[in-house]
C-alpha cells in the first residue's frame, strides 16, 4: 500500500455537532433529530431525510446558505476530531504512506479541516471537486491525487453505499470503519463483510492491519445481536433502534442514498 485516502463524516470528525446545529436551527431538541437521523440509517436512506421529516419539503442547501448568511453556518475544532485521528495518520504517515483527506463537505470545512495542520499530504472536498460521493468521477479525482495504482490507494470510510462499494467499484483497495451510525448499523452485512478487504474499529488498528495482518478481519468482540424489526415504521413514526450496533434483518440491502 502507498496511499491512504480518509472520508471525513464519522470516519475523522464527530457529527455530533453538525446535527445539533440543525436541531438549533430548527427549534428542536438534539435527540429528535439523532432519534430520526437513526431511523434514516436504518432504513437505508439518505441521513438528510430526518430534516426533511421535521420540515416537509425543506431545502437542505438552502437552510444551509440561509443559516450562514445568519451567522449559524459550519463550525469544526480540533474537539470535533475522533481522539484517535492524529495518532493514526501520524504513524501511517511515518511508515512512508501518503496521507489524503477526501470526503463529502463542503468548501467551508475544507478551510476549517486545513486550519487543524492534520498530519496529511492533503486536505480536500467534494464541493471543491464539483463532485460528490459516490459518483465514480470523484473516485476517480482521488486516484488522481494519490499518486498511486488503483490496487495500492486505499479508502477508508463508515458508509457502505458512498464509501465501500463505489471505492471498491473503482478499483481501490477499502476498509470499512465501524464508527457512527452507518459504520456500525451495517458494519455485519454480508455484502460489508464479504468486499471490505479490512474491518475495523478504530484508526489506529490500520498500521499494524497494513504491516501484514490478514484481510476482512473480524473485530476481536463482535457485538451482541438483537432480533430484528418485523417492519420498518414509516419515517414519520420510526425512532432510534434501542441498541445502535444491533445489525439489519438479513434480507435488507445496504444503504442507496448519499450523505451530506
Known amino acids: 500500500m502507498e496511499t491512504i485516502v480518509f472520508d471525513i463524516g464519522e470516519t475523522l470528525v464527530r457529527d455530533d455537532r453538525h446535527w445539533a446545529s440543525w ?3 430548527l427549534g428542536v431538541p438534539p435527540h429528535t433529530v439523532s432519534a430520526l437521523v437513526g431511523a434514516a440509517v436504518a432504513q437505508g436512506r439518505d441521513c438528510t431525510d430526518a430534516l426533511r421529516v421535521l420540515r416537509p419539503g425543506m431545502d437542505v442547501g438552502e437552510a444551509y446558505h440561509a443559516r450562514a448568511a445568519a451567522g449559524r453556518g459550519e463550525h469544526l475544532d ?15 504517515r511515518a511508515l512512508g ?36 460521493k459516490p459518483d465514480r468521477e470523484f473516485f476517480a479525482r482521488v486516484l488522481e491525487v ?37 459504520g456500525h448499523w451495517w458494519a455485519d452485512h454480508p455484502d ?7 474491518r475495523v474499529s478504530a484508526l489506529t488498528e490500520l498500521p ?24 420498518a415504521a414509516p419515517p414519520e413514526q420510526a425512532a432510534l433502534p434501542a441498541e445502535e450496533t ?12 448519499s450523505r451530506p
Open 78 to 92: 480540533e474537539t470535533d476530531l475522533y481522539p484517535d485521528v492524529r495518532p493514526a495518520l501520524a504513524e501511517l
Open 246 to 257: 444491533a445489525p439489519p434483518a438479513e434480507e435488507s440491502a445496504p444503504p442507496e442514498h
Open 23 to 25: 436541531a438549533d436551527w
Open 146 to 182: 494519490s499518486g498511486a495504482a488503483p490496487e495500492a490507494t486505499l479508502y477508508v470510510g463508515d458508509h457502505p453505499a458512498d464509501d465501500l462499494f463505489p471505492a471498491k467499484s473503482s478499483g481501490l483497495r477499502a476498509a470499512h470503519i465501524r464508527r457512527g451510525p452507518y
Open 192 to 198: 460489508v463483510v464479504e468486499t471490505a478487504d479490512w
Open 97 to 132: 504512506l501518503r496521507i489524503v483527506v477526501a470526503g463529502d463537505r463542503t468548501v467551508r470545512a475544507g478551510e476549517l479541516l486545513r486550519a487543524l495542520d492534520l498530519p496529511a499530504d492533503l486536505v480536500v472536498t467534494s464541493e471543491e471537486w464539483g463532485v460528490t
Open 208 to 231: 499494524a492491519l497494513l504491516g501484514g495482518a490478514g484481510r476482512r478481519r473480524a473485530f476481536a468482540t463482535p457485538p451482541a445481536r438483537s432480533a430484528p424489526a418485523a417492519e
